[in-house]
């Protein structure tokens, strides 16, 4: 079962900061929290992920909460091409991902 | 990035009929994929984890004879549907197992007539 949960859509300026959070309230210690975006009728995308420290790369900015319970995926400049539903996910023993809900992300020109 | 690929992108097939779709990474040796399968505008289900040169584990729920997975060598592994029927038409995705992540295909549009 999926260790997260998410807001079912959120709607971001083109051009302005997207903020989705991510609750993930009972992450083990050693558990990662990834990042993934699907874009309709295709496979995920990977963004990011991390364990503890906040993490950025060239897509986004992930911010983790000290007590892990939560984090918060950022995408700096919104654009159209970022309408996707974004995952969240714990990533449990053996590598594997249990897939929540997502948030459905809609840029706005 | 590490390449993922899925044959068929689409199939269309006859109830009773089996479908094998096969998942590759292409530039890299994963010894760990997973299939996945997603619904109409639902999120993606984990269905098997399937280890080079051994059985797949199959998640609760999932029919291992009805799903029967077959992962030979390090880069291919391969989803066979047997005796589909409707119920099975559905979005058929793999991922494949990089160094700290993991790695997904296009996906497979399977319908059953």
């Known amino acids: 079962d999926a260790k997260t949960t998410q807001p079912p859509s959120m709607d971001c300026a083109e051009g302005r900061a997207a903020n989705l959070p991510c609750n993930h309230s009972?992450?083990?210690?050693?558990?990662?929290v990834y990042w993934y975006r699907q874009i309709h009728s295709q496979g995920p995308q990977y963004i990011i992920h991390?364990?503890?420290n906040n993490e950025t790369n060239e897509m986004a900015s992930l911010i983790i909460t000290e007590d892990r319970k939560s984090s918060t995926l950022i995408l700096p400049h919104a654009t159209l091409r970022d309408t996707a539903v974004y995952y969240c996910?714990?990533?449990?023993?053996?590598?594997?991902?249990?897939f929540g809900t997502g948030t459905s992300l809609t840029v706005i020109p | 990035g590490a390449v993922v690929s899925q044959h068929p992108s689409w199939v269309i097939c006859k109830s009773g009929t089996s479908v094998k779709i096969e998942c590759r990474s292409l530039?890299?040796?994963?010894?760990?994929m997973f299939w996945y399968r997603q619904f109409p505008k639902q999120s993606l289900m984990l269905m098997a984890t399937?280890?080079?040169?051994?059985?797949?584990?199959?998640e609760q729920g999932v029919e291992k004879d009805k799903f029967l997975i077959n992962h030979a060598s390090l880069t291919l592994s391969t989803l066979t549907v047997t005796s589909a029927h409707p119920e099975d038409s559905s979005f058929y995705i793999c991922?494949?197992?990089?160094?700290?992540?993991?790695?997904f295909g296009p996906g497979t549009r399977l319908t059953v007539l």
């Open positions: 991922s494949a197992q990089g160094i700290d992540t993991q790695y």
């Open positions: 009972t992450i083990s210690g050693n558990e990662y």
């Open positions: 991390g364990l503890k």
């Open positions: 996910i714990v990533r449990v023993a053996r590598n594997q991902f249990y």
């Open positions: 530039d890299f040796q994963a010894t760990t």
């Open positions: 399937s280890n080079e040169g051994s059985k797949a584990t199959y």
